[in-house]
C-alpha cells in the first residue's frame, strides 16, 4: 500500500490543481518514476489528453536527474509526482528544480 505526499510548501498549489481539473481545465502532470538504468530519453510516455494538456511518464535513473527532468519541464507542468525514490528525502532536488512552481507529490509506502 502507498500514498503520495505532498510537502507544506506544494499544499496551495496542489489544492489548486484539484479545482482546476474538476473544473475540467486542461492540465498536464508529470510522472517520475525512479528505476536503475532507466533512460529518460528513452523510457517516456507521453499521452495527448483529447481536451487539451498531456500526462507524461518518465523512466529515471535516480533522483538527480529526476531533478533535471522536472526543472525542464516545470514550465509546462502543473503537477509532478515521484515515485520509486527515496521518500521525503528524494523529493528535495526535485522541488528545488522546479523552484517550488509546481507542486510535488511524493511517494511513502508501508512496509
Known sequence: MGAVYYGFES???VA??????????ALSEAFIIVH??????????????DAGGRTTF?????????AGVAGEMAG??????????EGPEGAEPVIRAVNESV??????YRR
Request: aromatic content about 6%.
Open 103 to 108: 507542486p510535488v507529490g511524493v511517494t511513502g
Open 58 to 66: 518518465i523512466g529515471v535513473p535516480d533522483e538527480g536527474a529526476a
Open 36 to 49: 536503475e538504468g532507466a533512460d529518460p530519453e528513452v523510457d517516456r510516455v507521453v499521452h495527448e489528453k
Open 16 to 25: 489548486s490543481y484539484k479545482t482546476r481539473f474538476e473544473n475540467g481545465e
Open 11 to 13: 499544499l496551495t498549489s
Open 76 to 85: 509546462e507542468l502543473q503537477l509532478i509526482e515521484l515515485y520509486g525514490g
